[in-house]
């Protein structure tokens, strides 16, 4: 049973362009969370996403971000127009329906220059 | 107030001495918590979860919860240099689905 899986591990960005961030939950899982992680800081809630419902988006910022998760693929999360201030890691969590542990994928790396 | 609090060290402790990471929340109706180990530079990964009052204990891992004083906290007995790392406490709440949400982490360093 493969883990929660991210791709890519790292992406390098100019500033203005797109980031596209992948994550590919642990079978049976059908949430998805996204987090931030500026360098020596702790995780930031961002989405949380239900196949193809987000639940609760409170920590997105309002422009340039949106995240999805289809009936089918991975979720996806998009950052448009990227800023210095958007370099940082970006973690993916899986959790199935009936239980609230969730479980991290490697995280991608985003740097803008 | 943040929703889940820690302090954020570091905490150092010497090789075989017990380390004790707390944490507070805010949020009385959360009713799930977990602590994070996280390497520098890898992901985080879950060690203990805890659901209910008192003590829940591990290998040499101990978690206690206290919903009264809305207090969560691990315990890591006889420490090993390998144990050095960033714990990250995180609380569940309810938003039409469980949020995770997690403090800035205590960095314990266990030296040799």
């Known amino acids: 049973n493969a883990g929660v899986m991210q791709n890519p591990r790292h992406l390098v960005r100019r500033r203005g362009q797109e980031a596209r961030l992948r994550c590919s939950p642990m079978?049976?899982?059908?949430?998805v969370y996204w987090y931030r992680q500026l360098p020596e800081e702790g995780l930031k809630f961002m989405v949380y996403?239900?196949?193809?419902?987000?639940?609760?988006e409170s920590g997105m910022p309002k422009e340039r971000f949106s995240a999805e998760f289809p009936k089918e693929g991975p979720s996806i999360l998009r950052i448009q127009q990227v800023v210095r201030g958007d370099s940082a890691a970006y973690f993916c969590?899986?959790?199935?329906?009936?239980?609230?542990?969730?479980?991290f994928g490697q995280g991608t790396r985003l740097t803008v220059v | 107030q943040k929703e889940v609090e820690q302090n954020s060290g570091p905490l150092s402790v010497p090789e075989g001495a017990i380390a004790s990471l707390n944490c507070t929340y805010s949020?009385?109706?959360?009713?799930?918590f977990f602590w994070y180990r996280q390497y520098s530079g890898k992901s985080p990964e879950l060690i203990m979860s805890?659901?209910?009052?008192g003590d829940k204990e591990d290998g040499r891992f101990t978690a206690q919860l206290n919903k009264a004083s809305q207090y969560v906290s691990l315990l890591i007995r006889d420490s090993q240099p390998s144990d050095s790392a960033t714990y990250l406490c995180?609380?569940?709440?309810?938003?039409?689905?469980?949020?995770?949400?997690f403090g800035a982490g205590t960095r314990l360093f266990v030296k040799a």
């Open positions: 805890i659901y209910s009052n």
């Open positions: 995180a609380v569940n709440a309810w938003t039409g689905g469980f949020k995770t949400i």
């Open positions: 996403l239900q196949k193809e419902n987000i639940i609760d």
């Open positions: 079978k049976g899982h059908s949430h």
């Open positions: 969590a899986s959790s199935p329906p009936d239980r609230t542990e969730a479980f």
């Open positions: 949020d009385r109706v959360s009713q799930s």
